[in-house]
């Protein structure tokens, strides 16, 4: 039982006006990765693996050679760098950076941070579908508890990361990935709140979510300024303890249950006389805005007896149906909507997440300087601070896409025609993103932030308010937790996609087409519901 009680316009918009500055600004550290890897990559957390570089490899990641004396050989790397190779012996190299005398990435650096987060992108969704399932059976204070800790432990993991313990930073990553999903989910329910307006209240949640990469971008900032990383990872684990707040005042200890529509469950009759006589003994409890409900049900009853065939039939032939009671958690899990929608999920979250992966690399790739690197670091995430736009863009044509649809006759049609187009949507932006990175040239990096900026909120944004249209609420951890562990089955995935683009040259343009087809075929999840509800009217 909650201290405050959510039952005012105030302090629900309250509640959610919290919920969004705590997601803001704990919820998406671990999207800010790239920004993480360029604080690491100056401390020289596995610069060592550069100082022994053989001489193979450093010339597979050269483009150039521009002068040569003796055994003195200056390249110009992939990333733009003026390096000299010192031939010692036939297996030591010393590199040097000519302009700032600083050390730089080298293959063998970038393999082992992609390594990481790779195993890391991949254990904390399968870990987050074992917590929603404990979330489910303990109820929504377990989880924001369990998160809190996460993050206060993440951030102290990280604080505390050296060259001498780099192993520090992907447990602290792993952390900061429990805890952004069971924070966010946890916030989910508060839109239930709303009869009218739940996706717009997902998608700013989700919007909160993107744009709170810009905690990472802080960070950043004081760290460019001075500030050592410890105290600012310390700080924000301090920070984080106002979660403490919702947790106990308002949040319910189990979840928010949204009362289901009674257009949506038209189809259940009920032939038998004693479920006619355990309704009325229902209705004797009922508020006498309940009565009124139960009145304008009987009057019906007749006509919803009539349709019940007919309308049961279609939706006894699509995958899911409005007879949710008898479903179970089981029923939904088996269903081909369902199925889809882990698919399209997988696949769009996988080319997010090999961006996000490969952000410092590709612009090492691409600029020809280390200043230029941290700029475009800092630009990357500026972008992404759209994210609350971009999702609220999102959400709102998904509520047009579901006002389009109100007047449709049959339940089925009104519940999947509106997510139809906006899955579409964000398959096409995922293929938009990889054109742009196909692109060599520096002005496309702007390009390529505006792409994933979108795509990162209809990917989020439509794939999450996606279950809580199409699904019951009590499910809504478990079908989530499900959803988190099926997908981190195919986020190892992008560790095949790192290995290759080191391979040899040109492998990122190969890799980018490679993603264009694989993206292309998520269509199949919008197509299929299409086919399902264009004909039920």
Same mark, same amino acid.
């Given at each position: +039982?909650?201290?405050?009680?959510?039952?005012?316009?105030?302090?629900?918009?309250?509640?959610?006006? @919290?919920?969004?500055?705590?997601? $803001?600004?704990? &919820?998406? #550290?671990?999207?800010?990765?790239?920004? !993480?890897?360029? +604080?690491?990559?100056?401390?020289?957390?596995?610069?060592?693996?550069?100082?022994?570089?053989?001489?193979?490899?450093?010339?597979?990641?050269?483009?150039?050679?521009?002068?040569?004396?003796?055994?003195?050989?200056?390249?110009?790397?992939?990333?733009?760098?003026?390096?000299?190779?010192?031939?010692?012996?036939?297996?030591?190299?010393? $590199?040097?950076?000519?302009?700032?005398?600083?050390?730089?990435?080298?293959?063998?650096?970038?393999?082992?941070?992609?390594?990481?987060?790779?195993?890391?992108?991949?254990?904390?969704?399968?870990?987050?579908?074992?917590?929603?399932? *404990?979330?489910?059976?303990?109820?929504?204070?377990?989880?924001? #508890? =369990?998160?809190?800790?996460?993050?206060?432990?993440?951030? $102290?993991?990280?604080?505390?990361?050296?060259?001498?313990?780099? /192993?520090?930073?992907?447990?602290? #990553?792993?952390?900061?990935?429990?805890?952004? =999903?069971?924070?966010?989910?946890?916030?989910?329910?508060?839109?239930?709140?709303?009869?009218?307006?739940?996706?717009?209240?997902?998608?700013?949640?989700?919007?909160?979510?993107?744009?709170?990469?810009?905690?990472? !971008?802080?960070?950043?900032?004081?760290?460019?300024?001075?500030?050592?990383?410890?105290?600012?990872?310390?700080?924000?684990?301090?920070?984080?303890?106002?979660?403490?707040?919702?947790?106990?005042? /308002? *949040?319910?200890?189990?979840?928010?249950?949204?009362?289901?529509?009674?257009?949506?469950?038209?189809?259940?009759?009920?032939?038998?006389?004693?479920?006619?006589?355990?309704?009325?003994?229902?209705?004797?409890?009922?508020?006498?805005?309940?009565?009124?409900? &139960?009145?304008?049900?009987?009057?019906?009853?007749?006509?919803?007896?009539?349709?019940?065939?007919?309308?049961?039939?279609? $939706?006894?032939?699509?995958?899911?149906?409005?007879?949710?009671?008898?479903?179970? *958690?089981?029923?939904?899990?088996?269903?081909?909507?369902?199925?889809?929608?882990?698919? /399209?999920?997988?696949?769009?979250? #996988?080319?997010?997440?090999?961006?996000?992966?490969?952000?410092?690399? /590709?612009?090492?790739?691409?600029?020809?300087?280390?200043?230029?690197?941290?700029?475009?670091?800092?630009?990357?995430?500026?972008?992404?601070?759209?994210?609350?736009?971009?999702?609220?863009?999102?959400?709102?044509?998904?509520? +047009?896409?579901?006002?389009?649809?109100?007047?449709?006759?049959?339940?089925?049609?009104?519940?999947?025609?509106?997510?139809?187009?906006?899955?579409?949507?964000?398959?096409? !932006?995922?293929?938009?993103?990889?054109?742009?990175?196909?692109?060599?040239?520096?002005?496309?990096?702007?390009?390529?932030?505006?792409?994933?900026?979108?795509?990162?909120?209809?990917?989020?944004?439509?794939?999450?308010?996606?279950?809580?249209?199409?699904?019951?609420?009590?499910?809504?951890?478990?079908?989530?937790?499900?959803?988190?562990?099926?997908?981190?089955?195919?986020?190892?995935?992008?560790?095949?996609?790192?290995?290759?683009?080191?391979?040899?040259?040109?492998?990122?343009?190969?890799?980018?087409?490679?993603?264009?087809?694989?993206?292309?075929?998520?269509?199949?999840?919008?197509?299929?519901? @299409?086919?399902?509800?264009?004909?039920?009217?």
């Amino acid at each position: +039982m909650s201290f405050i009680v959510l039952n005012s316009s105030f302090r629900k918009g309250f509640a959610i006006g @919290w919920a969004l500055l705590e997601i $803001l600004l704990f &919820a998406g #550290l671990f999207f800010g990765w790239g920004t !993480l890897v360029f +604080m690491l990559k100056e401390e020289g957390v596995y610069g060592n693996l550069c100082e022994s570089s053989t001489p193979g490899e450093l010339d597979d990641k050269s483009r150039t050679i521009y002068t040569q004396k003796d055994n003195e050989t200056l390249y110009r790397t992939s990333a733009g760098y003026d390096v000299y190779s010192v031939n010692v012996t036939n297996y030591n190299i010393t $590199l040097s950076v000519k302009d700032s005398g600083k050390a730089i990435g080298c293959t063998a650096q970038d393999k082992k941070f992609n390594l990481g987060f790779t195993i890391v992108s991949g254990l904390w969704p399968f870990f987050y579908g074992i917590l929603g399932q *404990l979330g489910h059976k303990f109820g929504t204070r377990f989880l924001r #508890l =369990c998160s809190i800790t996460f993050f206060i432990c993440g951030s $102290l993991l990280i604080a505390f990361t050296t060259p001498e313990v780099p /192993w520090l930073a992907f447990v602290g #990553l792993f952390l900061y990935g429990l805890n952004g =999903c069971s924070l966010l989910f946890s916030s989910f329910q508060l839109s239930y709140l709303f009869e009218n307006g739940r996706s717009l209240v997902s998608s700013l949640m989700t919007g909160s979510f993107d744009s709170s990469i810009a905690t990472q !971008l802080y960070i950043k900032v004081a760290y460019d300024n001075g500030i050592p990383r410890q105290y600012c990872y310390i700080f924000i684990a301090c920070l984080h303890v106002v979660a403490l707040i919702s947790t106990f005042l /308002w *949040l319910p200890k189990t979840y928010i249950d949204f009362p289901e529509q009674h257009d949506e469950t038209i189809i259940v009759s009920s032939d038998d006389e004693d479920d006619k006589i355990e309704d009325k003994k229902d209705s004797e409890r009922m508020t006498p805005l309940q009565d009124v409900n &139960a009145l304008h049900e009987l009057n019906n009853h007749n006509i919803e007896k009539i349709d019940a065939d007919d309308v049961s039939k279609p $939706l006894n032939a699509s995958p899911v149906t409005t007879e949710e009671e008898d479903i179970g *958690l089981m029923g939904y899990i088996r269903s081909p909507l369902f199925l889809l929608h882990v698919f /399209w999920y997988s696949i769009l979250q #996988l080319r997010f997440f090999y961006f996000v992966g490969t952000l410092n690399p /590709w612009l090492e790739r691409i600029s020809q300087t280390e200043e230029e690197v941290s700029q475009y670091t800092d630009i990357s995430m500026f972008f992404m601070l759209g994210g609350i736009v971009t999702s609220i863009t999102a959400g709102t044509f998904f509520e +047009m896409q579901k006002r389009r649809y109100k007047d449709s006759k049959h339940p089925f049609r009104r519940r999947t025609g509106p997510v139809v187009i906006p899955l579409m949507v964000g398959t096409a !932006l995922g293929v938009l993103l990889s054109v742009m990175q196909m692109i060599p040239a520096q002005g496309a990096i702007y390009a390529s932030f505006i792409s994933v900026t979108a795509f990162r909120s209809f990917l989020y944004a439509i794939g999450n308010g996606y279950l809580s249209e199409m699904f019951p609420s009590k499910y809504l951890n478990s079908l989530s937790g499900i959803l988190m562990v099926l997908t981190a089955i195919a986020s190892f995935l992008q560790y095949l996609f790192f290995y290759w683009t080191e391979s040899y040259t040109g492998a990122y343009l190969h890799v980018d087409i490679i993603l264009v087809c694989l993206v292309l075929t998520s269509l199949v999840h919008p197509i299929y519901q @299409w086919f399902q509800c264009r004909h039920l009217d």
